[in-house]
């Protein structure tokens, strides 16, 4: 961006799948916004996603299910398995009604720019403060190179550990006391079913020194390119009930606003 100072109706902070989901609900009411998104590409955090019934109703609305349902893989059924004592223990997991796949977070990101105008997302652009215009009371964003952009409404969709949330007074999200590893992995046979990949791979396998056997082959057979390792951040409950996600103009939405586990619903 090489202008020092612009004017927007709309700014995103965030070029996730919250950003981006958000960017295009509003182009499809007719309405513009402009996308910041930190790094030089898009990218996502994890790997696959699990969308529920009510995610694909969302992106049907958004016009983009029916180009990842030819990508994406159903889920006919669940299983639970628990280890212990190095013991695995598998019981039926309840799925409940309804359209539920698995598809990758990239395609889903792929899948949403690709129906937004190219010069609404803004690659490489970190927004370091944001402060209410003390004339107007509209938000003034100032980017890394010093670019200040006067918007009349701003839209926090920049994770957990977002500058917009802490801007409209959200507490942090506190640190969870265990890490999970994510990945994919291949199987002909369903029923076997930190950046550096070596040592995502080798902390993986030393975490799960003594479990079952195949539970150790499914991070073996993982692609080390395709596992993360990630710290657990979240926001309990009674906070999201007591926090306000809005100040004038200026709100949050996604991880930024309900960071959790992902084992919480």
């Not at 930190?194 to 396998?205: G, N, V």
């Amino acid at each position: 961006m090489n202008v020092s100072e612009q004017e927007q109706d709309i700014v995103i902070v965030g070029g996730g799948i919250c950003g981006l989901a958000t960017a295009l609900a509003l182009r499809r009411k007719g309405i513009k916004s402009m996308v910041l998104e930190r790094s030089e590409t898009l990218r996502a955090a994890g790997v696959g996603i699990i969308m529920q019934p009510n995610g694909w109703r969302a992106l049907d609305r958004l016009g983009v299910a029916a180009k990842l349902r030819q990508t994406c893989t159903e889920i006919p059924s669940g299983v639970f398995i628990s280890v212990a004592e190095g013991k695995c223990r598998e019981s039926e997991l309840p799925l409940g009604k309804g359209e539920l796949r698995c598809l990758k977070r990239m395609e889903l990101m792929k899948a949403l720019t690709e129906e937004l105008p190219v010069e609404s997302v803004y690659l490489g652009c970190r927004a370091v403060s944001i402060v209410l215009d003390p004339l107007t009371s509209n938000p003034l964003l100032q980017l890394h190179d010093g670019t200040l952009i006067k918007a009349k409404i701003v839209i926090g969709c920049d994770g957990v550990n977002s500058i917009i949330s802490k801007f409209v007074g959200v507490n942090s999200p506190k640190l969870f006391s265990r890490c999970a590893t994510r990945g994919f992995t291949y199987y002909e046979d369903l029923s076997d079913a930190k950046k550096d990949p070596t040592y995502i791979t080798k902390a993986s396998l030393e975490a799960i020194k003594g479990f079952p056997e195949e539970i150790v082959e499914l991070v073996k057979n993982t692609e080390p390119k395709a596992l993360y390792l990630t710290e657990l951040r979240y926001r309990a409950p009674w906070d999201l009930v007591r926090a306000k996600f809005r100040k004038g103009t200026v709100v949050v939405a996604g991880d930024a606003m309900h960071a959790m586990c992902p084992f919480i619903s």
